[in-house]
């Protein structure tokens, strides 16, 4: 018998991610709320790039992905030479765990952050620290509080998934200001599209050292089952994080429908005005019937039942009748359900078969 084979100190202690589900046993007509996906699915222009690749499947693709850069620092105004793109924003947080982060060394996450920032930082060999959120909203007095001359790196999605709420520029850049020196502030701009005027912290970058961003296709570009995400900052962190990218990381189809997705702006414009409206309409129809939600900023709104027990028998109705949303015991909200904002039938569908459960109970 040779010695156990072992796997690296706190991998063990990851527990497997668990997606969005996607199917009911027996139930055709499904209605999927749980992934922060794009109701209206990618632009015309992203699946026609993506067709077109069928042509390129024997080719290698590009490893410097130059013309999705380009693009990205085109249409947001940013220095492609500062753009990194990965397998989605997952892999960027990955790297950024994998280059800056070892034994010993702390990462901070909040209270009700994104769970990949834990699990990135385990699989690192690092410690995660979460600090409290105020009112479910990030809280820069706990994230100072929480710093210590371990601390690595300090994690916030604004706005943040799953509570949907954020916090002004103002905030985060006296966040950035008064960390500890070493300390790498990353925003995680998954849903900055959703944002009016808000430039997910770019002037923030412009202006400092320490701050990166990352940022996705997967949420208002509808291309999530592309895996393409990207991340944006000082040139030294993107030469460090450039060294631990596979050459390939991104195949051709992927370059190409992301390239074309970035392009179309109207098709951005027009999602994001139509998530606003039926958003407020769900929020308000919800509120009536004695479900209350913070005010969301993304794309899915955080409702509040009274208990977990509630929270519950509500997602267990739901599903008997089709709808998939998520329940998000593991943010530390179990009295909660994540409702994916969809088209306006879906909204209403939502709306209708929550009103029938709290008539029923
Ligand atoms: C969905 C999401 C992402 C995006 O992940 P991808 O790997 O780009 O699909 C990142 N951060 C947060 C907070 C998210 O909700």
Not at 227 to 234: D, E, F, K, N, S
Not at 284 to 301: C, K, Q, R, Y
Request: aromatic residues 8%; proline residues 5%.
């Amino acid at each position: 018998m040779g010695s156990a084979i072992l796997p690296q100190p706190g991998i063990m202690d990851i527990d497997l991610y668990e997606g969005g589900a996607s199917h009911v046993d027996g139930i055709a007509n499904v209605l999927k709320l749980s992934s922060n996906e794009n109701p209206l699915g990618p632009s015309e222009p992203a699946m026609e790039a993506f067709r077109r690749e069928a042509f390129n499947l024997h080719r290698y693709p590009s490893t410097d992905h130059a013309a999705l850069r380009a693009a990205i620092g085109e249409m947001h105004r940013l220095d492609p030479d500062r753009v990194i793109c990965g397998v989605g924003s997952d892999e960027i947080i990955s790297f950024l765990c994998q280059a800056f982060v070892g034994p010993g060394d702390q990462v901070i996450h909040t209270e009700h952050g994104f769970a990949l920032y834990r699990i990135s930082t385990l699989a690192a060999g690092g410690t995660p620290v979460e600090v409290p959120e105020r009112e479910r909203t990030t809280d820069i007095d706990a994230i100072l509080a929480g710093c210590t001359d371990k601390t690595r790196m300090v994690f916030i999605a604004n706005p943040n998934n799953p509570t949907g709420t954020m916090i002004g520029l103002a905030e985060i850049g006296y966040l950035a200001d008064n960390l500890p020196d070493g300390v790498l502030l990353v925003l995680d701009g998954a849903y900055a599209e959703y944002v009016e005027d808000y430039d997910a912290g770019r002037a923030l970058i412009e202006a400092r050292n320490n701050v990166f961003m990352t940022r996705t296709f997967s949420k208002m570009y509808g291309l999530g089952g592309m895996r393409v995400g990207w991340g944006y900052g000082p040139k030294p962190i993107i030469d460090v994080l450039n060294r631990i990218r596979g050459p390939f990381n991104l195949s051709n189809a992927a370059l190409a429908a992301a390239e074309a997705a970035v392009r179309d702006t109207d098709y951005v414009a027009k999602c994001r005005a139509e998530n606003t409206r039926c958003r407020a309409w769900l929020a308000e129809a919800l509120a009536e019937i004695g479900v209350p939600s913070d005010t969301s900023t993304a794309n899915f709104i955080l409702a509040r039942f009274s208990t977990t027990d509630e929270a519950n028998a509500c997602d267990d109705y739901l599903k008997s009748q089709g709808i998939l949303v998520r329940r998000v015991g593991g943010y530390n909200l179990p009295h909660c359900l994540r409702i994916t904002v969809g088209d306006e039938a879906s909204c209403r569908r939502v709306a209708h078969a929550i009103r029938q459960f709290k008539e029923r109970a």
